[in-house]
Structure formats: C-alpha cells, structure tokens
C-alpha cells in the first residue's frame, strides 16, 4: 500500500530559523504532492501543491517545495519563519490513475518561539 | 465561494447510539471526500462521490459507517451503534473535477466525535 512519511514529529525553532520538513512517499509511479497546514483552531489549508513542471514550487506565505523523484521526497522548506508559523505540517500524495483519495503523513507539529 | 461546512462541529453520544454529520461542499464541486483523524495522525481516507455516486471505500469503512450524497450535492455520513474507538475528527473535502486528473482537496472545519 502507499504510504507516506513525515520524518519529524515535533519541530521546536526560534524566529528567523530556516525550516525543512522531510516527506517521503512510496510509490513507483506518478503523483501529485500536497502539503497541508493547520494552524490552531483552524480547518487543514493547502500550502502547496506540485502536478508537473518545475519540480520546485512556491507555496503561501513564503513556503517552497521541492520534488526529487529519484528519491521520492517533497521537502518543505522557509528561509526564515515566524511565530505565525507554529501550526502542523501534513504532507500528503495522490497517485494518478488510482483512487481520487489523499494519502496523508502523519503530520509535523512545528513551534516557533519568538 | 463560502468553504466546506459541517455539522455539527461537535457531538458527544453514548456508545450504541447512531450518529450522522453532514457535510456541504462549495457549491459546483462534484467531488466530495470522507476523511477520519485521529489525534497524533494525518487524515485518514475514507470513501469518495462524485456526484451522487460513490466510486470508492476505505476498508476502515465498516458496515457500521454509510455515507450518501444523495443530490450530488450535500453529503451525510452515518455511524450506527458507535464504540469509543469512532472518536475521532471526521473531515470533509471537496474538489472540482478536472478531466483525466486530480484537483485540489479543499476541507471543512471537521466535526468531532467523542463516543463515551
């Protein structure tokens, strides 16, 4: 079964810390990659999303992402966050051609202290 | 465009009563989707409609969970004779169709369950 992995469970980072979130997924063929984000006391929000094209893609609020196929990750990353921030991570794939469903990692909670 | 909403937001019951949630998908979107959360998880699939049909189940759908769209446009999920183990967040999204591929997924609130 598909399957994927979100390599930390809790990020701690002060303000203006560069970020880096790992998601791996397994799966041989072609996706479509997600990163969720849910701030306190709000519904999941999409960050980001990669179909095709540059395998690198801008997000909101200064969030990227980028696909490495041969090494079937879709890391996220800031250059500098914000206490605004603090929120979980969800890192999640599609598989084209196959049931129309978000597989999800088990999420990164992510604090910033200011 | 108002967002996916849902009810209720919260439910308390006792085991072995039946529950339901209802969903409602921003207006034009065909596809809808059932999710589960657990605490410390990501959101887990559960079934799937586009439209009025329902194209796909989750094996965590037990016999005792059934989800209509009946008009292809609101959706309700229903759990008979809940367990403590139902508690969970019960999300919904929806998604437009888009020919040949896959769109963004956009969520609910979610409505939480507690089964005492």
Same mark, same amino acid.
């Given at each position: 079964a598909q399957s994927v992995s979100q390599h930390n469970h809790h990020v701690i980072l002060s303000e203006a810390a560069s970020l880096e979130l790992g998601c791996n997924y397994s799966y041989g063929g072609t996706v479509n990659l997600f990163w969720y984000v849910q701030y306190?006391?709000?519904h +999941?929000? +999409?960050l980001l999303k990669y179909f095709s094209g540059d395998p690198l893609v801008k997000g909101i609020k200064g969030f990227e992402a980028e696909f490495i196929k041969s090494k079937f990750s879709f890391n996220l990353r800031k250059p500098s966050v914000q206490w605004s921030d603090t929120a979980e991570y969800f890192c999640a794939v599609i598989i084209i051609q196959g049931a129309q469903k978000l597989v999800?990692?088990?999420g990164t909670r992510l604090t910033i202290n200011p | 465009d108002t967002g996916v909403s849902q009810n209720p937001r919260h439910k308390i019951t006792k085991r072995g009563q039946n529950v339901t949630f209802r969903c409602d998908p921003i207006s034009e979107h065909n596809r809808l989707y059932w999710y589960r959360q657990t605490l410390g998880q990501g959101p887990e699939f %559960?079934? /799937? #409609?586009q439209n009025e049909a329902q194209l796909e189940k989750s094996? %965590? %759908?037990?016999d005792r969970f059934s989800a209509e769209r009946p008009k292809g &446009? #609101? &959706?309700t999920l229903e759990i008979q004779r809940t367990?403590?183990?139902? &508690?969970?967040? /019960?999300l919904c999204a929806s998604s437009p169709e888009r020919t040949g591929g896959t769109d963004t997924q956009y969520f609910g609130p979610g409505t939480r369950l507690t089964v005492l």
């Open positions: 306190p006391g709000q +999941l929000q +999409l999800f990692g088990q | %559960l079934t /799937y #409609f094996r %965590l %759908l037990s &446009s #609101f &959706s367990e403590q183990g139902d &508690s969970a967040m /019960y």
